[in-house]
């Protein structure tokens, strides 16, 4: 009888666990800026919830839109109105932006929209707003709240700006400054926009691999990190401020090293700073060990987010170089002077992209240029 008990109750057990998880994921699709007036602009975005479960149904119970507005000045003088709308294809959506939880049936998506209506003095200040979309997914599992962010520049750049041209030897250099870049841009149209009106044939474009990393859409907000045990314990040994000090920062390198690799990292890590041999974790933990930036490593509203380092690099150059035809280059670069060239095509002299940033003139902070313009005289 008890061995029938246990073998019942490990069967169960079994299937509980090989059932699929409630995976309700609602991400951004699209937006617009309209400029009605100076004193009255307009966005809309679109959203898609996707239920990716292939065989239960989960419920989308709840949605509550939240807007940052990113300012050069004050925000007192701008009001700011939001609207949520459902865009379901059997039910009409509502005029009171209450949510009404809506089930979405296995492998099945619907789609929703916020719109921001802003008005007021100021709004030529505006840099960037961040829409975080709250959502609650109900289901088999546990009641999750869960969020979706979507990013928008709103600061009108200008195309054609005076270069701070800077010169050593016969090498020159200059950063260029573009709006905030975004997962909707795209290379070739940044390139063409802001770096062919002042690039000459042999030239090279490094671009950082923090904004590479966020075109990409390489970045995740700490609440979409769950610190485990080992990431909660091994933070404490890395140094302050260092992006691995935080159990959010390090658990991100676990899940993308994998914890056994990153514990072995450690181990012989921490044998070799006994024998005054430094750098040897970062070696041993994978490439995102010494990319990762943890919150406040970059602008804002991105300073709120973890952001790693660029996926395929070295596909990525040859991507963009066959869309422009330009030599490009992806750097890391800081203000310690440490340049390391994560991946470029193959006209780019590594020597060359080395002198040029050695004293980081794209900076690390809010300066908003994510791309050098090298040129060898």
Known sequence: M??????????????????PADQLWVEPQSWTLTRETPQQWRIQTEFVARNLNPLLEVTLAQVTPRLHLLSAGSL????SLIRLRS???????????????????????????VEIQLTGDGLSDL???WLELDYIQYG??????????????LQEVDPLPELNWQQQEHLSWAPIPTHLLTPKDEWPAVIERYIRPHAQPGDIIAISETAAAIVQGNFRHPLQVKPGFLARTLCYFFPSKTSLSSC??????????????????????SLAKLLRIPGVF?????EQAALIDDV????????QFIVLGPENPAQLVQQIQTQTGYEIAIVDANDLGEVKILAATSGVKGSLVEQALRKNPAGNSAEQTPVVLIRAQ
């Open 87 to 113: 865009r379901h294809e059997d039910l009409p959506p509502r005029q009171d932006n209450y949510w009404q939880a809506y089930i979405l049936s296995p492998a099945s998506q619907t789609g929703l929209e």
């Open 127 to 129: 840099r960037s707003a």
């Open 76 to 79: 007192e003088q701008i009001h």
């Open 296 to 303: 406040t490593g970059t602008l804002p509203p991105y300073d």
């Open 248 to 269: 959010y920062g390090l658990q991100t390198l676990i899940d993308c090293s994998g914890p056994w690799r990153v514990l072995w990292a450690f181990f012989i890590g």
């Open 2 to 19: 008890a061995a029938g008990i246990l073998l019942a109750g490990g069967t169960l057990l079994y299937w509980l666990n090989t059932r």
């Open 140 to 153: 088999r599992q546990q009641r999750t709240l869960k969020t979706s962010h979507l990013i928008l520049p």
């Open 282 to 286: 970062y070696a041993l933990a994978g």
